[in-house]
């Protein structure tokens, strides 16, 4: 048995010996194992005479030469082992600085790196196409909404109609086409859409039409689908993914965002759910007075984050009226005052004494209402937004946070300061400038969204009285998209309140002239030109 042992002992010696010859070694080492080698060849030749010695002669104790193998078997595999490799320090350095990187920014630092890191990464590993990533991700955020939605509606145990089944399956499937014919079905008849009763006819003819109630119930899930996947069929992938993954980039872990337009909304709620990484929350601004809408961000997101309940978004409601009331009743009663109610905000009162309220801005007012519930149901979340319709309540203590801005930022009202204002700009007067190196993207909707963004901190600049900081922005603004109505409007305010009307003027009959069919602008001049007419 030892005998045998002792063979295999060094035969496994030896084919290890050829194993480690193209390992780069020491001169002293190699020196050793050479010496080594020397010695097993004639320990193995020994074992050979003496085998051949004991067939003749009868057994003999060989558990000594088996101890000695052995013993010299351990320090040889001490030789062989790997030995750990000391760190250069400029590889220390570098993992140093990659672990820096991964934390979040400051919200108020601003860089041009282009924020692509949830695609960049994905991209990196597999070397995928922006088009095939984006194609990928549509698909998979289609299968994801058609779950969600068929779990919904059979825990409230209500009724599909044929075309939300269709549309749904298309979803699915990633049939684009049939997704947006079923999608102009639907709006046609959606209580939530300005509906063209010509238009329903033509679409739907003879075939039977869902219940109004219950695709009222069952629209904001509809919405939630086909607006992500219209932006992704919509942009040119790269710009896709850049757009959003700039906005996603800037949030810290566990943040809530809250979008505002179409593209600022709907492209990172896409992007966040079929992330490999954290899937923030994502809501918008502009739908919280929608009850529909309530009940499908409390379905999506109520095990995470405190949201309004269908009471609370009605107090909000009878808050407004109330008070737009009082403000209509100042307006009536005293017309040589400066007016209380904005521009647009329709309001009435019937003969039974109910106020009614209608139009865009009266809705953004009390979803804005809404959204300072959310915040307070939350106060140890924090919360990004991109601004669609500016809310001004939020401003007192919100910050730039890459190219949206942060909601109840660290340091409150003292959150926001010429500096880091200043650094906000240096981080837009970066992105303008590779926007506009690009020709193909002159008057797209990846630059009118770009401006949107610029434009909200603006506002958010202007509040805080930072009036230079501000100007710089609405000009950005205007460089991205001249004639951007939101910023030839908050400029021309910015100008006036600064006693510069005739520079105002001038920024509006630019604008007029550039686009003789805006009645806003055309507006806005006749506005300016009052004042100097009348003296």
């Not at 048995?1 to 001169?27: G, Y």
């Not at 289609?142 to 939605?149: A, V």
């Not at 958010?460 to 922005?473: K, R």
Request: some cysteine.
């Amino acid at each position: 048995m030892s005998k045998n042992l002792s063979v295999s002992l060094v035969s496994a010696a030896l084919r290890l010996r050829a194993f480690c010859v193209n390992f780069e070694r020491l001169p002293t080492e190699r020196n050793r194992i050479t010496k080594f080698w020397r010695f097993l060849e004639q320990a193995r030749k020994g074992i050979i005479v003496t085998q051949r010695t004991e067939a003749r002669s009868g057994p003999r104790p060989r558990w000594i030469l088996f101890v000695l193998v052995a013993c010299l078997l351990v320090p040889l595999i001490a030789l062989l082992l790997p030995r750990p490799k000391p760190v250069a320090s400029n590889q220390a350095a570098t993992t140093n600085q990659l672990a820096d990187n991964s934390m979040p920014r400051h919200p108020q630092i601003a860089t041009l790196t282009p924020l692509r890191n949830r695609s960049a990464s994905t991209s990196a590993a597999s070397a995928e196409p922006a088009a095939q990533m984006v194609a990928r991700k549509a698909k998979q955020f289609g299968h994801l909404q058609h779950d969600f939605f068929y779990k919904m509606v059979k825990k409230r145990n209500m009724k599909v109609p044929k075309e939300v089944e269709r549309f749904f399956e298309a979803a699915e499937k990633g049939d684009w086409e049939q997704l947006e014919a079923s999608f102009k079905k639907l709006s046609a008849v959606a209580p939530q859409r300005s509906k063209n009763p010509g238009e329903a006819d033509r679409l739907w003819g003879q075939e039977p039409r869902p219940d109004p109630d219950e695709l009222g119930q069952l629209w904001s899930s509809i919405n939630a689908t086909f607006g992500p996947l219209e932006q992704a069929h919509q942009w040119p992938p790269q710009e896709y993914l850049d757009y959003g993954n700039a906005i996603l980039d800037s949030l810290r872990p566990g943040m809530v965002y809250v979008g505002g337009t179409d593209p600022g909304r709907f492209i990172p709620e896409l992007l966040a759910a079929t992330s490999d990484g954290e899937q923030h929350v994502v809501i918008t601004q502009n739908a919280l007075a929608d009850g529909s809408y309530l009940d499908y961000i409390r379905a999506q997101f109520g095990d995470r984050m405190g949201l309004p309940s269908s009471e609370d978004a009605q107090r909000a409601f009878d808050q407004y009226t109330t008070d737009a009331r009082a403000r209509l009743l100042h307006d009536q009663q005293f017309p040589n005052e400066p007016p209380q109610l904005k521009p647009g905000e329709n309001v009435t009162i019937d003969d039974q004494g109910k106020v009614n309220v209608s139009g865009q801005v009266s809705v953004m007012l009390i979803n804005e209402l809404i959204l300072q519930d959310i915040l307070q149901k939350n106060p140890s979340l924090s919360f990004g937004l991109e601004e669609s319709f500016p809310l001004k309540s939020t401003y007192g203590d919100a910050a730039p946070l890459g190219p949206i801005m942060e909601l109840r930022a660290q340091g409150g009202q003292d959150a926001l300061t010429a500096d880091s204002a200043g650094q906000s700009l240096d981080y837009w007067k970066d992105r303008v400038q590779q926007l506009l190196s690009d020709p193909a993207a002159s008057g797209s909707d990846w630059m009118k969204a770009y401006a949107k963004m610029i434009d909200g901190q603006a506002n958010l600049f202007n509040a805080h009285g930072l009036n230079d900081q501000a100007e710089q922005a609405y000009r950005l603004s205007l460089q991205v998209t001249p004639g951007n109505p939101e910023a030839v409007l908050g400029y021309t305010n910015l100008l006036v309140a600064e006693n510069r009307s005739q520079d105002a003027l001038a920024i509006a009959q630019s604008a007029a002239q550039a686009h003789p069919d805006n009645q806003q602008f055309q507006d806005l001049v006749s506005r300016l030109q009052a004042p100097a007419k009348a003296q």
